[in-house]
């Protein structure tokens, strides 16, 4: 009898067992198809590079961020998921707690299908250049070059790189501890390495280069065609007087209307274009000053005219937009900007040829020649 009453109450505990491990396989289920609409949305804002939180995610806010606004408009077309954000207590998934877990994981994915890749290819290079971001935080960023399982080229961002210093010894001991992770047994596919032309980097007896090299010796030290381009460009400039007056000139349309709104609502009016600023380190941004001084260049004389003669302005500003009028129309200015307005569109696509993802050493030469002869 009592051993009846037993199994009766053992065979009670077991339902109640396996209906709660039913329930709660449910309510983990039902989560997990919750929880994929906010991988989508972040999936969508990773894509396009959106920024996912806004300044006030309340309920009651009228800007709560992409994320929230995108997850508040997919809710309003699926009626489930609506219900689950207005009556859930537990787990809504739109905190900023598990939006940082969700992109984790991602990374985490995207990490280890690339390293699945890399195993499978029989050689691999990194390219790494330093930067600073707007915290002031020295960091470094991290590519990956490879062959896949079809031999095409896959170029992909690994990681940004926390640094304590921009020295040699602290670049090199991060890139080793990202290739450890990587080629833990396999340091021969390592092939070459890229890096800019500073003296931290391609130093031959101290650099990154060289240090790297002594424990990856197949890892040969490539310099960046398009910084190469660069140098180049600068180089060649530097060394005539004029041509560095003129770009300093160039430089000082876009810094005068820069410099006030006032200004920059005549030149939007007269000329309805504005002004890039040049760059020392990027040769394309000349290129688009001088085609667009090239190409507006009346517009731009009737835009300093108009602030010189308008009496609207301050008597600083009039002198300023009068000698620049009268810069646009002197003759070596204008020889110089003719001349630029030729060669630099040349120069671009060279420039965009060299930062293609599939280009080879033959590729290079062939383009290098087809420049020289244009």
């Known amino acids: 009898m009592f051993p009846a009453r037993h199994s009766g109450r053992s065979s009670l505990m077991n339902q109640v067992n396996l209906c709660e491990h039913?329930?709660?396989?449910?309510?983990?289920?039902?989560?997990?198809?919750?929880?994929?609409?906010?991988?989508?949305?972040?999936?969508?804002?990773?894509?396009?590079?959106?920024?996912?939180?806004?300044?006030?995610?309340?309920?009651?806010?009228?800007?709560?961020?992409?994320?929230?606004?995108?997850?508040?408009f997919v809710s309003s077309l699926d009626a489930v998921l609506k219900e689950h954000l207005e009556t859930a207590t537990v787990f809504k998934g739109t905190s900023k707690t598990i939006q940082n877990e969700l992109l984790d994981c991602m990374l985490s994915v995207t990490r280890d299908e690339i390293i699945k890749q890399i195993k499978d290819s029989d050689f691999v290079s990194i390219q790494a250049d330093e930067t600073t971001d707007i915290s002031t935080q020295s960091q470094l960023v991290f590519v990956l070059r490879y062959l896949d399982g079809t031999q095409q080229v896959q170029?992909?961002?690994?990681?940004?790189?926390?640094?304590?210093?921009?020295?040699?010894?602290?670049?090199?001991?991060?890139?080793?501890?990202?290739l450890a992770t990587i080629l833990p047994d396999q340091k021969e596919k390592l092939i070459c390495q890229a890096y800019d032309g500073a003296s931290v980097m391609r130093g031959a007896v101290s650099g990154v280069q060289k240090r790297i090299q002594d424990h990856y010796p197949n890892a040969h030290y490539i310099h960046c065609y398009a910084h190469q381009l660069n140098l180049i460009m600068r180089q060649a400039t530097s060394h005539v007087s004029k041509v560095c007056v003129f770009f300093s000139d160039l430089g000082g349309f876009a810094s005068f209307f820069s410099k006030s709104p006032k200004r920059t609502c005549v030149l939007d009016e007269v000329v309805s274009h504005r002004l890039p600023t040049s760059s020392s380190i990027r040769w394309n941004f000349h290129s688009w000053a001088v085609?667009?001084?090239?190409?507006?260049?009346?517009?731009?004389?009737?835009?300093?005219?108009?602030?010189?003669?308008?009496?609207?302005?301050?008597?600083?500003t009039?002198?300023?937009?009068?000698?620049?009028?009268?810069?646009?129309?002197?003759?070596?200015?204008?020889?110089?900007?003719?001349?630029?307005?030729?060669?630099?569109?040349?120069?671009?696509?060279?420039?965009?040829?060299?930062?293609?993802?599939d280009i080879d050493s033959v590729y290079i030469k062939g383009s290098i020649q087809q420049f020289i002869k244009t």
Request: charged content about 25%; overall charge negative; glycine content about 4%.
């Open 22 to 72: 039913v329930r709660n396989a449910d309510v983990m289920s039902f989560q997990r198809s919750q929880g994929r609409s906010q991988r989508l949305v972040l999936q969508f804002c990773g894509a396009f590079e959106l920024a996912l939180r806004g300044h006030d995610e309340t309920d009651s806010s009228v800007n709560p961020g992409i994320f929230r606004g995108l997850v508040d």
């Open 155 to 178: 170029e992909r961002f690994f990681s940004f790189i926390p640094l304590q210093s921009a020295t040699a010894e602290s670049i090199t001991v991060a890139l080793e501890e990202q």
């Open 291 to 316: 085609n667009t001084v090239f190409e507006n260049k009346e517009q731009l004389i009737q835009c300093f005219e108009r602030i010189r003669d308008s009496g609207n302005f301050d008597a600083n």
């Open 318 to 357: 009039e002198q300023e937009a009068g000698a620049l009028a009268l810069l646009l129309e002197t003759p070596d200015f204008s020889f110089f900007l003719h001349l630029f307005h030729q060669i630099l569109p040349h120069v671009d696509v060279l420039y965009a040829k060299l930062q293609k993802k």
